[in-house]
């Protein structure tokens, strides 16, 4: 079973972006949502945390809290896609985890 996880936060443009880390595997895959979030409050939906733990089971699984949006600091314009890869890219650098690519143009994460 995975226990909710701590909240945790990266500095990325000045701004705190939250973020959370649970499951085991060798692998870690980086969930960003589309629309809104809050990765803390998440765990409280039955079928996200079921979907969590399922993942979790075979999965280092990192959830973010895009710049604005949930327990991430806000701004005063929305962010463009160069500041959520930016944000993205500061938790994983914070998280310690290495990219690799695959044979396309997706990203792998795996633990360093």
């Known amino acids: 079973m995975v226990e909710r996880p701590r909240v945790q936060y990266a500095v990325s443009d ?3 972006i939250a973020y959370t880390r649970f499951g085991h595997g060798d692998e870690v895959a980086v969930y960003l949502p589309a629309w ?3 990765v803390d409050l998440i765990w409280d ?3 996200f945390s079921r ?3 399922r993942a979790g089971n075979h ?3 990192i959830t973010i809290d895009k ?3 949930g327990l991430s600091d806000r ?3 929305p962010p463009t896609l160069e500041d959520r890869v930016a944000d993205a890219l500061a ?3 914070a998280e310690g985890v290495g990219l690799r690519t695959s044979g396309s143009s997706t990203a792998a994460a795996s633990p360093r």
Do not use: K, M, P
Request: aromatic share 4%; net charge negative.
């Open 14 to 16: 000045g701004l705190s």
């Open 36 to 38: 809104v979030s809050n």
């Open 45 to 47: 939906l039955a079928e």
């Open 51 to 53: 979907a969590y733990e």
């Open 59 to 61: 999965h280092q699984v």
């Open 67 to 69: 710049r604005g949006v």
């Open 75 to 77: 701004t005063n314009e």
């Open 91 to 93: 938790v994983i650098d």
